[in-house]
């Protein structure tokens, strides 16, 4: 059971490390296989990767919203 866990918590470790690559558009096709593959095994990183796309999608419409970039470029502006 121990030995089960390791592998599992490594195969975790090794999905959330392709999560991150996906989300930035960096991972390579192998990468994205084997995070669906994963995923298709495991409900803990499949809710995990749910959230974290959600919150990166928040993340990212707040960074490109018309009123942060007019903040954005005032500030420069004054410089």
């Known amino acids: 059971l121990a030995m089960t866990i390791v592998v599992i918590e490594r195969s975790c470790a090794r999905a959330r490390r392709a999560l991150s690559l996906v989300l930035d558009g ?16 495991c409900g803990p990183c499949r809710r995990f990767t749910a959230r974290v796309g959600a919150l990166t999608r928040v993340l990212r419409s707040l960074h490109h919203s018309p009123a942060n970039h007019q903040q ?8």
């Open 26 to 41: 960096e991972a390579s096709p192998h990468e994205i296989y084997g995070l669906a593959v994963h995923l298709g095994r």
């Open 72 to 79: 954005t470029t005032s500030k420069g502006a004054g410089s």
